[in-house]
């Protein structure tokens, strides 16, 4: 039997990167999709490749939400799996951000986190209960110079899932919560960092000097353990985080030139 038959399954950011891996891997163990982006032609691909319904959202808009929960109740009769992953990166030292670059990362990152939990809750709990996912980093692990504000926003994420998975066991509503610290993947996030911000990156050179395995990960491999945390198969598992990283936050591995 696919891992998620009969679940109806939400994805935030589900155009490109991650967020797609996880809707084709989704798709392929039997879950119903409602998948959301700000890019229309990505997240109709998307879509179309999943027999995903996707619905066009900026997670920051609050006045969005009811209507991809209700999109989900409508056509799938219920909600069982949020997958909150849609985010962006701004690079650069804090004192150079903007504060409106800053504000926007927030919003994105961790605005658009409370408002999956806010309105998919209720569904989820009226569907019998189910699976938070909320994508954090190592960044969120970490600090790391450059990337001040990033850490601050995928801080947020990784403790605001603790705190969730303690409110739904307290509630009883059988719905856990979990979050998902990828290190560096190889996703087009990277050529979509803003101008001035040294870009483009490549991240496989990025891999090869700070990650132990000497590779960048792939979106599947991230989309796998996603699939682990929305499935059956971690019934037993709330407040934790599972990293994903190549060994980045273990240490560091030196190779000596032969």
């Known amino acids: 039997m696919a891992q998620l038959d009969g679940k109806v399954a939400l994805i935030t950011g589900a155009a490109s990167g991650i967020g797609a891996a996880c809707a084709r891997t989704f798709a392929r163990e039997g879950a119903k999709l409602v998948l959301t982006d700000v890019d229309d032609v990505g997240g109709q691909r998307v879509g179309g490749e999943t027999g995903?319904?996707?619905?066009?959202?900026?997670?920051?808009?609050?006045?969005?939400?009811?209507?991809?929960?209700?999109?989900?109740?409508?056509r799938f009769g219920g909600l069982h799996v949020v997958v909150a992953n849609a985010g962006i990166g701004i690079m650069g030292p804090a004192i150079d951000m903007s504060f409106a670059d800053w504000r926007r990362q927030m919003a994105v990152n961790v605005d658009g986190v409370f408002l999956s939990v806010k309105y998919c809750i209720p569904l989820m709990r009226r569907s019998g209960g189910g699976s938070i996912i909320m994508m954090s980093s190592v960044a969120g692990l970490r600090g790391s110079a450059g990337l001040a504000g990033y850490s601050a926003t995928k801080g947020a994420v990784r403790l605001f899932a603790k705190s969730i998975a303690l409110e739904c066991a307290q509630a009883g509503d059988k719905i856990r919560v979990n979050s998902v610290h990828p290190g560096v993947i190889d996703t087009p996030i990277w050529t979509k960092l803003p101008?001035?911000?040294?870009?483009?990156?490549?991240?496989?050179?990025?891999?090869?000097?700070?990650?132990?395995?000497?590779?960048?990960?792939?979106?599947?491999?991230i989309a796998d353990g996603v699939l682990y945390?929305?499935?059956?198969?971690?019934?037993?598992?709330?407040?934790?985080?599972?990293?994903?990283?190549?060994?980045?936050?273990?240490?560091?591995?030196?190779?000596?030139?032969?």
């Open 195 to 221: 101008p001035g911000a040294n870009s483009p990156l490549d991240p496989q050179a990025i891999a090869a000097a700070v990650v132990p395995m000497g590779e960048a990960g792939r979106p599947e491999d």
């Open 52 to 74: 995903g319904i996707f619905v066009r959202q900026d997670v920051t808009e609050e006045t969005s939400w009811p209507e991809v929960v209700s999109t989900a109740e409508r």
């Open 229 to 258: 945390l929305a499935s059956d198969a971690s019934r037993h598992v709330t407040g934790s985080e599972l990293v994903i990283d190549g060994g980045m936050t273990a240490g560091r591995v030196t190779r000596f030139q032969q």
